[in-house]
């Protein structure tokens, strides 16, 4: 998986929201492989000196770069794009931010916060505040194709042809199927995360610039509605040696059931670990999981909020 690949796209052919009018940086035969260059989430407006006032005047028109678009001859609506994930070269700097506005609990935090991360790219845990330990996990946050519909749209939300995704387990050897819906596809990739929890649910991860190795292929008439991806093994590795924390939240609501969820986890590392709440808020989103627990036993529903132990120790 780690032989060289045939393209490199640099850092600075990077574009800001889908749209399927830009020009391709790349054309290549199906079964090609590219060395995708990224910038961090915030387009390089954020750097390791960065503070809260910087996140605060943040321009959200840039954010979420993405590296491309790639032309794949042949490459058809209805057809899909199936990305494999070869592998990570991770840059050792990343940032975590609670940006005002944005975030599953952006009421409860109006306040712009900033957290830098230095790790070591060959192994390490990346670090947190009062003993709060990361395991490094890097993945694309944002990787899709061009949607038909004509004109710019938002690279923010994601949609049925991929986009801003933040799916934690599209990791190395992960099999991705893109639907496409222009000729030549158009795929970009960005937004590179060096870890994240189901749910991201501050708004951010560890937003790390992070040069990806894919390879892209072509499923000819295959008509997907939706991404769909395969993993190469267990995925339970979720930094889960030393058991979980887990909190829930019950209701007939699932979005109410997820803010109460993670709320509760806030209140409980405040309580026992003495984090403060926007520091306990921003790690949830790096390492802690969200889950569907139960969605059938009317009116209520269960979400739980897994919050592995081991980043505690």
């Given amino acids: 998986m780690h032989s060289h690949p045939k393209h490199t796209i640099h850092r600075g052919h990077i574009h800001h929201g889908w749209n399927n009018a830009f020009p391709p940086v790349l054309r290549i035969a199906p079964g090609e492989t590219i060395q995708f260059e990224t ?48 592998n990570f070269k991770p840059s050792g700097w990343g940032w975590t931010g609670n940006i005002p506005g944005f975030g599953l609990l952006a009421d409860q935090f109006p306040d712009a916060k900033i957290h830098h991360w230095n790790y070591d790219p060959g192994l390490a845990p990346a670090m947190y505040g009062p003993g709060g330990r990361v395991p490094l996990r890097p993945f694309p946050g944002t990787i899709g194709v061009a949607p038909a519909a004509a ?9 049925n042809v991929g986009g801003n995704m933040d799916v934690r387990d599209i ?4 099999e991705l199927y893109l639907p496409v819906e222009v000729d030549g596809a158009l795929f970009s990739v960005g937004d590179t995360h060096a870890a994240q929890g189901d749910g991201e649910v501050c708004g951010t991860a560890i937003e790390s610039p992070i040069d990806v190795a894919l390879k892209l292929e072509l499923v000819k008439d295959v008509n997907l509605k939706m991404p769909h991806y395969t993993t190469p093994g267990p995925i339970t590795d979720h930094f889960d040696k030393k058991g979980y924390e887990v909190t829930t939240g019950i209701g007939p609501d699932l979005m109410t059931g997820a803010r109460t969820a993670v709320s509760e986890m806030i209140d409980l590392l405040g309580k026992r670990y003495g984090y403060s709440a926007i520091d306990a808020y921003m790690l949830c989103s790096v390492c802690a999981d969200l889950r569907i627990s139960s969605i059938v036993d009317v009116p209520n529903w269960v979400v739980s909020f897994y919050f592995p132990r081991i980043v505690l120790e």
């Fill in 39 to 86: 910038k961090d989430a915030s387009s390089g407006q954020l750097s390791k000196t960065s503070t809260a006032a910087d996140l605060a005047k943040l321009d959200l028109a840039f954010v979420n770069p993405v590296t491309g678009p790639v032309f794949i001859d042949g490459a058809k609506p209805g057809d899909a794009v199936k990305v494999t994930v070869l």
């Fill in 151 to 159: 004109g710019l749209h938002s690279i923010v939300p994601p949609r």
């Fill in 171 to 174: 990791v190395e050897g992960v």
